[in-house]
């Protein structure tokens, strides 16, 4: 297409789009070009012919009448002659056509290097563009992690004060731990108190008072308690499962009451002895529960029949036990004729006549 318009600048350049029409297709230009070259021939003829008209009216111009026409020689070519200037105007115009071509070459390279850095320049600008959009999210991205580092550092200032208190509570703990220690030592060596388990808000006490000589059922169990205490300097002493029913189950109150508490429990436990020690024994060998608060003891016979003893303070040596009632089915079960061989009977004399009573 550059051809073609080459052609065109030279054969008649008003043909030439000044508006920057779209090219034409490949056959249209084929045709005007073909029908240039013809026009551009009939051209070269029109030219001759024109030019041999103008010298024929250049003479004629000069000459004064017909007869002098006749008469006068024909005038000698210049040298050369019109072939000869047309000739070198056909030159100078090849050789201008030519370093036309050659310019147009380099016009055509310095647009297409245009062109070349005009793209180059395209693609700066979007790499510049991505550039300034990734500096904008470096920009926000640091802006959240000096606002997050602005939160870790106040939250970092609160679990240090936190953590502060906290420790203040640790030592107070650890000086608890180190007077409890201390109370559970003397209490040890007065009191028979042997520490199990040890831990934070926890321990586990093992009470064995000296057995007395009075106990005819054999040695007392040794009578096992946990204490726990809680943030508000309280207690709690709960007896363990297996000896659950003898004593109180469990005791409440405040830090410095603790050894007020385990000397109760331990005075009431020894106080009881006999009476604790009897229980212990007659429960392997019958369905009974004890009661202390009611002093109170059932006897479960079978399913449906239930006995319940009272079991006077002071006994075996002040007080005594005593048959309360006998139930079957909820309904009260007359024992006016179930006859006891003494008059005060223990609780185990109790049991076996409950348990052989035929009456029953």
């Not at 065109?8 to 249209?28: A, F, I, T």
């Not at 939160?151 to 200032?157: E, F, G, P, Y």
Request: glycine share 6%; net charge negative.
């Amino acid at each position: 297409m550059a051809e073609v318009r080459a052609a065109l600048q030279r054969c008649d350049p008003v043909l030439l789009d000044p508006h920057g029409d779209p090219e034409p297709d490949g056959d249209e230009a084929a045709r005007m070009v073909l029908f240039l070259t013809e026009s551009r021939r009939m051209q070269k003829v029109l030219w001759r012919q024109l030019f041999v008209l103008d010298s024929m009216m250049s003479l004629l111009e000069g000459l004064e009448s017909a007869q002098q026409l006749m008469i006068q020689p024909c005038p000698l070519q210049p040298e050369g002659g019109a072939r000869g200037r047309w000739k070198a105007l056909k030159a100078g115009s090849r050789s201008g056509v030519e370093e036309t071509e050659v310019l147009l070459r380099s016009l055509q390279d310095r647009v297409q290097q245009i062109h070349n850095r005009r793209h180059t320049l395209t693609q700066l600008v979007q790499q510049l563009h991505t550039k300034k959009q990734q500096r904008e999210q470096l920009e926000e991205s640091l802006l959240k992690a000096q606002n997050a580092l602005q939160s870790c550092d106040h939250q970092l200032a609160k679990l240090r004060a936190e953590s502060e208190v906290a420790l203040g509570r640790l030592i107070s703990w650890q000086r608890l731990r180190d007077e409890l220690q201390a109370q559970v030592s003397a209490t040890q060596d007065v009191m028979q108190v042997t520490l199990i388990t040890f831990s934070q808000s926890e321990l586990c006490v093992e009470l064995r008072p000296h057995p007395s000589s009075n106990l005819s059922s054999g040695e007392l169990e040794p009578l096992r308690l946990s204490v726990t205490w809680s943030h508000d300097d309280r207690f709690r002493l709960q007896v363990s499962e297996g000896m659950a029913g003898l004593v109180e189950d469990s005791l409440t109150g405040r830090r410095a009451e603790l050894s007020a508490a385990l000397l109760e429990v331990m005075q009431g436990y020894v106080g009881q002895a006999e009476l604790l020690s009897e229980i212990q024994s007659l429960r392997s060998s019958f369905a009974i529960d004890w009661r202390p608060a009611q002093r109170l003891l059932i006897y479960l016979k079978t399913a449906s029949l239930v006995c319940h003893l009272e079991v006077e303070e002071g006994y075996p040596s002040g007080g005594r036990a005593r048959l309360l009632s006998v139930r079957r089915d909820g309904q009260h079960v007359d024992t006016s004729g179930l006859k006891p061989p003494k008059a005060d009977l223990r609780l185990t004399e109790w049991l076996v006549l409950l348990c052989s009573s035929p009456l029953l």
